[in-house]
């Protein structure tokens, strides 16, 4: 398994010297979604978390609308990237027959291959009112974030996003080269562990964009 970074030999100048060095690269993997046994979307992202990736992918996009609709997910490594074999129950199945897509997802993009305006500006849930979090408190999360972004550290090239509650403070932390992949591996992580995001707040480290809220709502 790959921790989602390289070791890249480098020249590194200093004082107008060049001299051998190493550095720590991010790694960027072509993940093939497949839904009973259907190509979907060619998604570049980090190897890492990809049960949470595709999980949460599944949930955001619509496709399943619960854990329960997602029968199994297996991990296929190939030459070329890695294949992430999912199986559907019916009623998600035929979601995914009714939206079905063939798309190069590259890492900037949140509405790659959308084949129409009603795909990008889909109806969204209603989301109710949430808890009042203050500020000082959001202040205190981020500042906290760093410490569980492992991968940017090294490499610093990644970004983040991270569930925190009031209660137990900073909880699941997942990170990619792609701000769109880090929202759905959070998603799926919370998904499989059984908690309700409406009890914390959802910290991202990029720029809030409309496909964020979508993925987040």
Not at 39 to 48: I, R
Not at 71 to 98: F, K, N, W, Y
Request: proline residues 5%.
């Amino acid at each position: 398994m790959t921790d989602g970074s390289r070791l890249t030999p480098e020249i590194s100048w200093r004082h107008g010297t060049p001299s051998p060095a190493e550095r720590l690269l991010a790694e960027e993997t072509a993940i093939a979604i497949t839904y009973n046994d259907l190509p979907y979307a060619v998604m570049m992202a980090s190897p890492l978390d990809l049960d949470d990736f595709v999980t949460g992918f599944t949930l955001s996009e619509g496709l399943a609308l619960n854990l329960g609709e997602i029968t199994s997910c297996a991990r296929i490594e190939h030459g070329q990237g890695i294949e992430m074999r999912m199986v559907l129950a019916r009623p998600a199945l035929d979601r995914v027959l009714a939206r079905r897509r063939r798309v190069a997802g590259y890492t900037g993009c949140g509405v790659c291959g959308l084949e129409s305006l009603e795909q990008a500006m889909r109806p969204l849930p209603r989301v109710g009112a949430g808890r009042q979090i203050p500020a000082e408190a959001l202040r205190a999360a981020f500042a906290g974030l760093e410490a569980g972004q492992r991968l940017n550290r090294a490499t610093r090239a990644v970004h983040a996003a991270a569930f925190w509650s009031a209660e137990s403070g900073l909880g699941a932390v997942r990170e990619d080269v792609g701000r769109h992949n880090a929202l759905d591996k959070l998603a799926g992580a919370l998904a499989r562990a059984g908690q309700h995001p409406g009890q914390g707040a959802i910290l991202l480290t990029s720029r809030i964009s409309i496909e964020l809220v979508q993925k987040s709502a």
